[in-house]
């Protein structure tokens, strides 16, 4: 987009206030793709198969639904024709870009000469994939199977840890999100994901969440980000009492809570994503690592959705703690959107899957691992992990003087391009927004083009995690229409208070 372009669509922006019909809104700057003509079903008849025959548990975003069809690399269209500029990627999901074309590609190759074979025989691409993947892994993390999402990859590690150790009891954070089977729910301490069945949680400990902003300690000097908390804390730079408060809390957990102290294993993302972002004190993963391996257990990294470049420093999460896990959970930017997941870890945790037969139909199917191994290519190609360190710094930048104009804005968190906003009633006490406004403000920026995910236990969080092939124009209008929406919502509850 040209400088000019951009000037004309903030000053169309600006005037957002005013507006109060979707179909006077500005419209997004050109993008170089011409979506095809929408050929589906009608709307209407989208929806009345969604109601009568989806389960009802499947329900999209939005009031009113967006019928999506096409994309290309950061932009998505909807069946007439509109497009946004998509700053969730499918959930985290969309690392490369919509369609990119070197994964496209090496997906329609695979398809003309080898689908599917399962693993009774051998194919290349399986095998090619496994040194890939492997070699972005430090210490001994060597050997990897092959899975379809982040909930089998979990499901796997609960089974390796338990094998290889020994013992029996997890440990999670609360407010994690780890996966919806059976067994993973009971791993993800997340009232909103958990059905209330029996033996769920059985052997599963969820520890203290070390938040910052909303646990009991924290402050301006805790998280490794370019934005910190607004509370005051007796923290300093190289010195962080608060992780220091977390820890003695988890250690109480072996103290008390675990058959002679012993554990399995202890599940932790580098930064929780469906929880709304949520950053840890610094140090604290690393002690908590320490800790659970001088107790006989296993650490285990998810990184399903802060993984392969995404926060910008490192081309895994852990590495921004300063550790080495001993398994590591992948999945969603794995694929770019095909379905693939994969566990990696040693080779001495490894051989305890040979204590019985283990056996997964499509994980490491020709084409998912062609797919993988074009992901990869275009990371490396395109500077992928450079460039989310690049446009995120610039977008939480962004967003820490928009919060300095909004007193709505609680708290910026994040790292390269896995970004969190809190929205608040009061900055004093932290309450959260309650869910018809942010479910306003969200909904307004999607009628301005832009997408944005919700999250945290009270869906009060933005997540801003877009393809990592978005540019600094794309990070400017994101923040444009986020500050445009902040003062029209501003306006609007000053009016109904006059009222």
Not at 13 to 34: E, G, K, N, V, W
Not at 81 to 92: A, E, N, P, Q, T
Not at 244 to 260: A, T, V
Not at 284 to 310: H, M, P, T, W
Request: charged share 20%; net charge positive; hydrophobic share 35%.
């Amino acid at each position: 987009m040209t400088i000019s372009g951009l000037s004309i669509f903030r000053t169309n922006l600006r005037s957002f206030a005013s507006f109060t019909a979707t179909s006077q809104l500005p419209p997004l700057p050109a993008c170089d793709f011409d979506a095809p003509p929408y050929r589906g079903p009608s709307y209407e008849r989208v929806v009345e198969l969604q109601k009568t025959r989806l389960t009802p548990n499947v329900t999209p975003y939005y009031r009113k639904p967006l019928l999506i069809h096409s994309g290309r690399m950061q932009w998505l269209f909807d069946h007439e024709g509109r497009k946004y500029l998509d700053m969730f990627g499918g959930i985290v999901t969309v690392s490369v870009g919509h369609c990119h074309p070197k994964v496209n590609a090496a997906l329609a190759d695979q398809m003309d000469t080898l689908w599917h074979t399962t693993n009774i025989y051998m194919h290349p691409k399986i095998h090619e994939y496994a040194e890939r993947l492997t070699q972005t892994m430090p210490g001994k993390l060597n050997r990897v199977y092959f899975v379809n999402s982040g909930s089998e990859a979990n499901d796997l590690a609960i089974l390796l840890a338990r094998l290889h150790t020994g013992n029996h009891e997890i440990i999670s954070f609360r407010n994690a999100y780890h996966g919806a089977s059976p067994l993973t729910m009971g791993i993800t301490a997340h009232s909103t994901w958990r059905f209330p069945l029996p033996g769920v949680s059985n052997g599963i400990i969820h520890a203290m969440n070390p938040d910052p902003f909303l646990g009991h300690w924290g402050g301006k000097h805790c998280r490794d980000s370019l934005a910190q908390t607004i509370r005051d804390c007796n923290c300093t730079e190289k010195c962080c009492e608060a992780t220091e408060k977390y820890y003695h809390e988890l250690e109480q957990i072996f103290r008390f809570s675990l058959p002679r102290g012993r554990v399995a294993g202890m599940f932790a993302e580098s930064i929780q994503g469906v929880g709304g972002t949520v950053q840890y004190p610094k140090g604290y993963i690393k002690k908590a690592a320490e800790l659970v391996r001088l107790n006989g257990g296993v650490f285990i990294s998810d990184e399903v959705q802060s993984g392969f470049g995404r926060t910008g420093d490192h081309f895994w999460g852990f590495q921004g703690h300063g550790i080495v896990p001993d398994i590591v959970t992948c999945a969603k930017g794995i694929g770019n959107g095909f379905p693939i997941g994969a566990v990696v870890t040693t080779e001495e945790i490894a051989q305890c899957l040979d204590k019985a037969l283990h056996f997964n139909t499509f994980g490491g199917n020709p084409l998912a691992s062609a797919v993988g191994i074009a992901v990869l290519d275009v990371i490396e190609e395109e500077e992928l992990q450079k460039n989310s360190q690049i446009v995120g710094s610039v977008l939480i930048k962004g967003l820490l003087e928009l919060q300095q104009k909004h007193e709505i804005i609680g708290d910026v968190r994040g790292k390269g391009l896995m970004i969190g906003v809190e929205l608040v009633e009061d900055r004093a006490t932290r309450k959260p927004l309650s869910t018809p406004h942010v479910v306003e403000i969200w909904e307004k920026c999607k009628d301005m083009g832009v997408l944005l995910g919700r999250g945290g236990l009270n869906g009060n969080t933005l997540r801003i995690k877009p393809p990592m092939c978005i540019n600094v124009d794309d990070a400017q209008i994101t923040l444009d229409v986020l500050n445009c929406v902040l003062l029209w919502h501003f306006k609007k509850k000053r009016r109904n208070s006059l009222r």
